[in-house]
């Protein structure tokens, strides 16, 4: 077991992380945006606009664990995958690439929304643009016309793009290959965020290709053996999984026990 599971465990048996923290913030989206200002950034990235919060610190600790990988030498490129929709994979991909962008050596942060089918990241991020992934692997945009810098320092987004019909292919196809090769050299991290394991190929298409995979379990839903055959699914296909996080955990006590400032 990695040492991001044994972090998340133990952050799980502390029940420091909280379910309705995220949903709360939703819920308060436009009052939040609105505050913000010029930011376009959706609250749902709370590691930007809580940096105090208790979750913030769990991203921090998965940041800590993610680092130390390895011996000190984390994966560059990494994809991000659950078994199951909604579990948290594009949350959690946007908070390690935010806190990672935010460490001390400031580190080029890449995130990709590989998701091409329901990927809605740009959103998150505020990018209103079409350009992205599915482009690129077409051919009808480069590399450079695709990447956006968002908000926040150090962080660059490529989007899903259009939603093209064969995803699997395109992710599949040597350009897939070659914009990693490229942005491998380019930056310091790589995140790509992908469907769900159980029911399309995705993601084992793409955690073949890049260093590591990150698995997200949503605690309280995913069933044993549903993560189980995912695990398997990643296995057959070649993937290194480098870790685990566990989203979806509830505070026992009020989270001011929790805080040290
Ligand atoms: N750590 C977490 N704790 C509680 N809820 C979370 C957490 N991460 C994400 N969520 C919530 O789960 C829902 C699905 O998240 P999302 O990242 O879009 O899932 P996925 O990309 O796996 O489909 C969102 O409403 C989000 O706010
Ligand atoms: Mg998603």
Do not use: W
Not at 60 to 74: A, C, D, E, V, Y
Not at 82 to 99: D, M, R, Y
Not at 106 to 111: G, M, N, R
Not at 167 to 184: C, F, G, I, Q, Y
Request: include cysteine; aromatic fraction near 4%.
């Amino acid at each position: 077991m990695g040492k991001i599971t044994n972090a998340l465990k133990k952050a799980a048996e502390e029940r420091v992380q909280r379910i309705d923290k995220i949903s709360k913030i939703k819920e308060m989206d436009k009052l939040v945006v609105q505050k913000m200002g010029e930011s376009n950034v959706s609250p749902n990235v709370i590691t930007y606009f809580d940096p105090k919060a208790l979750i913030t610190e769990q991203y921090k600790i998965l940041r800590t664990n993610f680092l130390s990988l390895n011996k000190n030498k984390p994966p560059k490129t990494v994809a991000i995958t659950s078994s199951l929709h909604s579990e948290g994979k594009t949350v959690t991909s946007l908070n390690l690439a935010v806190v990672l962008a935010q460490s001390v050596n400031k580190p080029k942060v890449l995130l990709i929304d590989g998701d091409m089918r329901r990927g809605k990241m740009g959103k998150y991020l505020g990018v209103d643009r079409t350009a992205g992934l599915a482009e690129v692997l077409t051919g009808q945009c480069s590399i450079k016309d695709a990447l956006f810098q968002v908000d926040i320092e150090n962080l660059t987004l490529m989007s899903s793009g259009e939603f093209p019909e064969n995803p699997a292919e395109l992710l599949a196809s040597d350009e897939m290959k070659k914009l990693l090769n490229r942005v491998a050299a380019d930056f310091d991290f790589v995140l790509i965020d992908t469907p769900p394991i159980i029911s399309v190929t995705d993601s084992g298409t793409v955690g073949a290709m890049v260093d590591g995979v990150v698995m997200v379990v949503q605690a309280g839903r995913t069933q044993r053996g549903i993560v189980r055959r995912a695990e398997e699914l990643l296995h057959q296909a070649h993937c290194n999984v480098v870790g685990h996080v566990l989203t979806n955990i509830e505070y026992h006590l009020p989270e001011y026990i929790y805080r040290y400032l």
